[in-house]
C-alpha cells in the first residue's frame, strides 16, 4: 500500500513542478510520477527531509528537486531537437 502512495504522491509533485515550469503540457503521466519520485530523491539528497511529509517524502525539498530535474529535462531535450 506504501508504493501506491509514493505513486499517487509523485505524480502529484511531478504535476506540480511541469504547471510551475510550464513545462508540463508535453508531459505524460508516467513522466510525471518519475518527475516526482526521482526529483524526491534529488530534492532530499540536496536539501534533507524538512517540512511536512507525505507518503515519506518531504513535500517541499521533493518538489524543488522536481523542478529542477523538469528543467535540466526540457533543456537537454531541446538541445537535442
Known amino acids: 500500500m506504501h508504493w501506491l502512495w509514493v505513486l499517487i504522491v509523485g505524480a502529484i509533485i511531478g504535476t506540480v513542478a511541469g504547471a510551475i515550469t510550464n513545462r ?18 534529488i530534492g532530499e539528497g540536496v536539501l534533507g527531509s524538512c517540512g511536512p511529509q507525505l507518503a515519506g517524502m518531504a ?17 537537454v531535450m531541446g538541445k537535442r531537437s
Do not use: K, T, Y
Open 24 to 41: 508540463g503540457q508535453s508531459m505524460g503521466w508516467i513522466a510525471n510520477i518519475f518527475a516526482g519520485i526521482v526529483g524526491s530523491f
Open 59 to 75: 513535500i517541499i525539498p521533493s518538489l524543488i528537486g522536481a523542478i529542477i530535474l523538469v528543467l535540466l529535462v526540457s533543456f
